[in-house]
């Protein structure tokens, strides 16, 4: 049953990825957005940004209206659609390509900053992070929103937190030390930090190159 739920919920992300916003505002009581820009605080001014797993792209376009060079990439082919969509109804060129993150295709040192909200858990695989070290200039950031804790224990607060539970995503705080030591590994310089909303703590880890 927790197979199928889960396989149901990846499906958000290609077959259903129409559906995603509104689920994703349902989820986090409207606060999805600004948990993603959670991670614009860790970014350097005028920094040459790659964003993995653009989702919607809602992060992309606020990066873009904010002065960030970005470019933002995406293994689903129904994600990619709704960037353009988003990209044109905001009068951008688009920025993007359809690659797979554990296979980068850009130039060693290319990047001032990697970003990544809530991505799946190809995120920690060692192939990943040695992508993004490699195309990470010296002294780089990798910016990954992992997730985010509700302050609140009201009774619709604990339904979403049993539907992120059965859908394999975790709200709670967990042990960073196991994640810490995954990303020390491979060359990272790991941080922890938390970004408060009006209902969340949102978590973001600062990996610098």
Known sequence: MHKFIHFAFQQFYTTFAWTYDAVASLVS???WKLWGEAALEFVPSGAHILEIAHGPGHLHVTMRRRGFNVVSLDRSPQMA???RHRAVAHQLTLRQT????QNLPFA?????????TFPAGFIFARTTLTEVRRVLAPGGRFVIVPSATFRKADAPTRLVQLA???TGQNTAKADVSPIRQRFETAGFAFEAHTHATPRADVVVWVCGR
């Not at 359809?98 to 993150?101: E, G, I, R």
């Not at 040192?109 to 990544?116: A, I, L, N, Q």
Request: net charge negative.
């Open 81 to 83: 659609r709704q960037l």
């Open 29 to 31: 009581f409207g606060e």
């Open 164 to 166: 992120y539970h059965l």
């Open 108 to 116: 060693d040192g290319h990047f001032d900053c990697v970003v990544s």
């Open 98 to 101: 359809l690659a797979d993150a």
